[in-house]
């Protein structure tokens, strides 16, 4: 009983002060999340291919979801460097028994080491390592190498790579530069516009600079690797690019893009 009231709020005395021990929660995972239809008709596509896929950004599974929708027998690995929303994955994983799929909380960049990262929240869908000066907290977490990893873990055949990380997805390709060079897995990753649908924005224009010269530098070094782009519509259809037209309403089709070779 005593362990159990704990759980439900009831402080414990430590030293002259009361600490909460609350150890029931709701569990917010979404892999049932129906957002970005086009990427999970990209999912879909994709994943007539063998190998693993691979989740960067995972937050709080909706990549998962698409993934479990087409195959729950794939071999999926998510990384997430926000503790909280990795957690409730794995627990999602291990209450149902999905030995296939695994999570593991931290994040990937071009190098290992503690970084900086900016977050509104314990599962934020927009934290990044980058900082828009947004307001939001600054903590520290750890981050790999992508190749590295993928090489400690014997992961051989790659169906997809999918990339959220709101800003730092150059350096997350650049972690995994020996894998596009030699697998060349298709790469799903998002890149936000610099206007609405009218042509506005409430970006400070270093914001919106900042953003481009994102955009500019990840189409150089995925099409210096052979790489096209293409971006995603609604359904799933892609039309390719040749540049990244983030000003113009007219041009912007979509923010999800998919990278394949061939």
């Not at 709020?9 to 929660?25: Q, W």
């Not at 929708?69 to 957690?87: K, M, N, T, W």
Request: hydrophobic share 40%; glycine share 10%; net charge negative.
């Amino acid at each position: 009983m005593e362990r159990l009231l704990r759980q439900m709020g009831r402080p414990v005395r430590i030293g002259r002060r009361d600490y909460r021990i609350k150890g029931y929660f709701s569990n917010i995972v979404a892999p049932e999340s129906d957002d970005e239809p086009e990427v999970a008709a990209a999912i879909a596509r994709l994943l007539k291919r063998p190998g693993t896929f691979v989740d960067v950004g995972a937050n709080l599974g909706q990549t998962l979801g698409k993934v479990l929708a087409v195959d729950p027998d794939r071999s999926y690995l998510g990384f997430e460097p926000q503790i909280g929303a990795c957690h409730y994955i794995h627990a999602f994983l291990t209450a149902n028994g999905l030995r296939n799929a695994r999570v593991l909380p931290f994040g990937l960049s071009d190098k290992t080491g503690l970084m900086s990262f900016w977050s509104a929240g314990e599962a934020d869908t927009m934290a990044s390592l980058v900082d828009e000066g947004q307001g939001k907290t600054q903590s520290v977490v750890m981050t790999r190498i992508g190749d590295e990893v993928l090489s400690e873990l014997d992961i051989g055949d790659i169906a997809a790579i999918k990339i959220d990380v709101e800003g730092a997805e150059y350096q997350v390709l650049r972690g995994f530069e020996r894998t596009l060079s030699t697998i060349g897995p298709p790469i799903i990753f998002e890149v936000l516009a610099n206007v609405d649908a009218d042509g506005f924005t409430d970006l400070p224009a270093e914001h919106v600079k900042a953003n481009s010269e994102r955009a500019n530098t990840l189409h150089t070094y995925l099409t210096s690797l052979g790489y096209r782009i293409h971006v995603l519509g609604m359904s799933g259809e892609d039309r390719e690019i040749q540049v990244f037209d983030l000003d113009d309403p007219a041009k912007i089709f979509g923010t999800n893009f998919v990278a394949t070779k061939g």
